[in-house]
């Protein structure tokens, strides 16, 4: 469905709220997953909203996305941002955008996070802000379908 953002997050972000509140702060995924879904209501977005261990699955799920013609997908890689060229491809190989998103600020930790295989081939990339990141990265979509509606 065109108005449909997929939401999707990578592997141990399932833990989130639980350990290493200093880095990615105390809100759980559920937590995560509300405000998405209040963002998105704004915007008149349907939610799909997933979380995954598997590299594959991910890829998945980008297809599925692309293949249901989405308005966009917001995808935290959690770790698989450094390593993944599967989900690289993916994303580039897909027709609608897609904003990358991590809680902490990438560039402001270890060396080895500051590498992004995602960010050459997504629409746009946000860290840092928190969980706001995915808040802000609907915004963000939301704006995009409009400029595109305009200029279409
Ligand atoms: O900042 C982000 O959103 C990350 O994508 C989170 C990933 C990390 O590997 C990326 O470098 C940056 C890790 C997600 C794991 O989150 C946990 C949360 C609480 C306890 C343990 C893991």
Known sequence: MASTVYILNGPNLNLLGTREPEVYGRATLIDVEKLCRETA?????????RQTNHEGEIVDWIHEAAAKGGAGIIINPGAYTHT???LRDAVAAVDLPVIEVHI???????????RSHIAPVAKASL?????????LAIDGLAKLAQTKERTA
């Open 41 to 49: 209501k704004h915007h008149r977005f349907e939610v799909e909203f």
């Open 84 to 86: 993944s060229i599967a």
């Open 104 to 114: 902490s600020n990438i560039f402001a930790r270890e060396s080895f996070r500051r």
């Open 127 to 135: 860290c840092g802000f928190g969980i706001h990141g995915y808040a």
